[in-house]
């Protein structure tokens, strides 16, 4: 049974930083697109950053470069996203997801992904 469970949100101020957790377990993911999604109140679940978990090969939106990281721990199966500079427009329940897609044409559409966590809460006040 795969499971995606994601951790390490909070409430902090504008300018601090987060790091988000994703352990994954339950096969093996060397292959797979895993990602991060957000979704803010009353608005839709969007793309945040993505990596290929063999080779490391990452991709973010344009809201977030330069400030966010995505990377993975392959002892740990665990996919981080580390948030810096953060913005109360950032603010949002935070997703994790894994997608066995071939290529990386699809994974900014969160329809690719097969398997996603309970969401973690990222809260930025001003």
């Known amino acids: 049974q795969v499971q995606l469970v994601e951790s390490g949100g909070g409430l902090v101020q504008a300018g601090a930083s987060l790091r988000l957790s994703c352990a994954a377990s339950?096969?093996?993911?060397?292959?797979?697109?895993m990602g991060w999604f957000r979704q803010a109140p009353g608005k839709e679940r969007e793309f945040v950053a993505a990596?290929?978990?063999?080779?490391?090969?990452?991709y973010y939106t344009d809201s977030v470069k330069g400030r966010f990281t995505i990377s993975r721990d392959n002892a740990k199966n665990t996919v981080y996203l580390q948030m810096n500079s953060l913005k109360p427009e950032d603010t949002a329940v935070y997703y994790c997801?894994?997608?066995?897609?071939?290529?990386?044409?699809?994974?900014?559409?969160?329809?690719?992904?097969?398997?996603w966590g309970q969401g973690t809460q990222a809260t930025v006040s001003s």
């Open positions: 997801a894994a997608s066995s897609m071939p290529s990386w044409s699809g994974a900014v559409q969160r329809l690719r992904y097969d398997y």
């Open positions: 339950g096969r093996t993911f060397s292959n797979y697109v």
């Open positions: 990596i290929r978990w063999n080779i490391g090969a990452t």
